[in-house]
């Protein structure tokens, strides 16, 4: 039996799930402002104390390794390091775009879609995407690209897609697919359990202090222009 701690704040919801062999058996959620940094740690202690376990209990932490947000993804990996060094834990880490691709699985969709299409929200028309076959395996590599009439056209000449993710609604008509499925949702927590359980009994177990996540884009710091003084 296998216990495994997840959470994923790639995105602009919080969202903390305890699963076990594979099997979500308490989670929490958040989309409310700045909720990552506030809600994460209580979250983890609430799923725990609700299923009358400690961290020492569990097998592992797994954590979504973006791509995303830079704020939350540096709380999400900050938070699971520090269980893991503190409880002597694994670390376990899945891409953002391949929890949202399992949602959509879990959910469900008709016969007639050939291709499921991850958007994480990179502002403006920008999105990161990848695109995978119906039965979760990523087909094409992880990029941001900006979303226009051409983007996906050839992965659409083999039929309709489901587009899902918090980049979905807003590519809806620059994309120009009407029989496409288009899920403005975010990543959540409880779509790890099958990947964080597959990852565990593979041995995929990241190097807690070197590990980072994949923001894609590299983050650059800014200087503020206004005079202070």
Known sequence: MSRIILIE?????CSVALEQDGEVIA???SDAPKAHAAMTAPFIGQVLEEMGLTVKDCDAVCVSAGPGSYTGLRVGVSTAKGLCF??????????????????????????NIKHIIPMVDARRMEVYTATYGTDGKRLTEVEPKVVDRETFREVLSEGPAIFIGDGAEKCREAIGS??????QTCPKASAMASLAEEAFKAGEFKDCAYFEPFYLKQFIATTSKKKLF
């Open 9 to 13: 704040t790639s995105t602009s919801l």
């Open 27 to 29: 989670s929490r959620e």
């Open 86 to 111: 503190a409880a002597g834990l694994p670390l376990l880490a899945v891409g953002t775009l391949d929890i949202l691709a399992r949602q959509a699985i879990e959910e469900g969709f008709s016969e």
């Open 178 to 183: 009407a029989e496409s499925v288009f899920i």
